[in-house]
């Protein structure tokens, strides 16, 4: 498996077993271009779905 990475501040960065980072979702300086808002925690089903929790826009995303 990968390594998810929530960093409130600059977003997700995913790392592969040899901690190569395979991509991130970024949080940009300006959030209403930005794919996230302030991420501060993610979770995973067993259906293959991500669930991130975005503090500044009071929201969970979900990503397939």
Do not use: H
């Not at 600059?10 to 300086?29: A, C, M, P, T």
């Not at 300006?30 to 293959?48: A, Q």
């Amino acid at each position: 498996g990968n390594l998810w990475l929530v960093d409130a501040q600059k977003g997700i960065i995913v790392f592969d077993r040899n901690l190569s980072e395979v991509f991130r979702l970024e949080f940009l300086i300006k959030p209403e271009f930005s794919l996230l808002n302030f991420p501060t925690d993610i979770d995973f089903d067993g259906k293959g779905m991500v669930y991130i929790m975005e503090k500044g826009a009071k929201v969970v995303s979900v990503l397939k």
